[in-house]
């Protein structure tokens, strides 16, 4: 499935009037836009909102714009552990693979790897995601969600105990630097104790692999590697998968909790800028 059925659209006399008013006193107006185009009825109906109707600003204007859109919707989230609060990222290559422990999967060109935002920063992961485009990759790049309580309904009929072995604890490495051993605790599967409730799907598995790998922490059990190689060979049916290229200017908002997401490898053009995305987690 493609982005079409979540599709919302900013009126373009209002990115006309924006545009004459100083930015300083852009805030109120981006506020109504954001209740006017239907986003917040979107993400609830779908879980999945698609901006568009933003391309005509230059790049600083597109920043401060989804900064504000984003802070209509919620609280933003810091994306870093540290002094430095990261509140927007930049998500473009930086030079290396996932073999680098201390490369985040963000800013690698690598696909798949189906995966919850916000598992290497302590505390509870985002409610909400959002990404902007600013530059498209030459090739590749494309987002793809899958919802997972659908992933969870096929692994179970596959196998009966996933959730209970899910519902371990494990281990995700936090990817730093300045601390290489450090890890986050979380269940994969967290269980609503409710038939009527979903339960909550939090996974990045190279994240969880290198966290276990670190000397002190326990090994995967084989059931537990079991579990996550039907997860993963779930997750590759693109019968699954809503999938689409962000345009310069358009913006996702996805429901962290609701769906798992990747993209598709990229290659930047030899010359010129590569892929850059801009990124906000938002606490509802």
Not at 44 to 55: E, R, Y
Not at 203 to 225: M, N, Q
Not at 243 to 253: A, D, T
Request: contains cysteine; charged residues 25%; neutral net charge.
């Amino acid at each position: 499935m493609d982005f079409s059925p979540y599709r919302v659209f900013v009126d373009p006399g209002d990115v006309a009037r924006l545009k004459r008013q100083p930015s300083g006193t852009w805030r109120r107006h981006v506020s109504r836009t954001v209740d006017a185009c239907g986003i917040g009825e979107v993400l609830t109906t779908h879980g999945i909102a698609v901006l568009s109707g933003l391309d005509d600003l230059s790049g600083p204007q597109l920043r401060v714009v989804f900064s504000l859109i984003c802070e209509a919707l919620g609280t933003l989230v810091p994306q870093s552990v540290g002094s430095s609060v990261q509140l927007l990222r930049e998500v473009t290559y930086r030079g290396n693979d996932l073999s680098d422990r201390t490369l985040r999967y963000s800013d690698s060109r690598a696909g798949g790897s189906f995966h919850t935002d916000g598992v290497p920063v302590p505390g509870a992961v985002p409610d909400l995601i959002a990404l902007l485009c600013l530059h498209q990759a030459a090739i590749g790049g494309e987002l793809v969600f899958i919802d997972s309580q659908e992933i969870l309904r096929l692994a179970s009929a596959q196998m009966p105990d996933i959730l209970d072995v899910l519902g371990n604890q494990f281990h995700f490495d936090q990817r730093r630097k300045d601390e290489p051993g450090a890890t986050i605790v979380r269940r994969v599967v967290e269980r609503s104790g409710a038939d009527d409730r979903p339960h909550h799907l939090t996974y990045l598995r190279d994240y969880i692999e290198s966290g276990h790998a670190i000397p002190g922490v326990r090994p995967l059990t084989p059931a537990e590697t079991r579990a996550m190689d039907l997860l993963d060979a779930v997750m590759a049916s693109e019968a699954l998968h809503i999938e689409g290229r962000l345009l310069r200017g358009q913006i996702v908002i996805s429901d962290n909790r609701r769906y798992l997401h990747g993209r598709h490898a990229f290659v930047d053009a030899s010359e010129g800028a590569g892929r850059l995305m801009l990124r906000a987690w938002i606490r509802r």
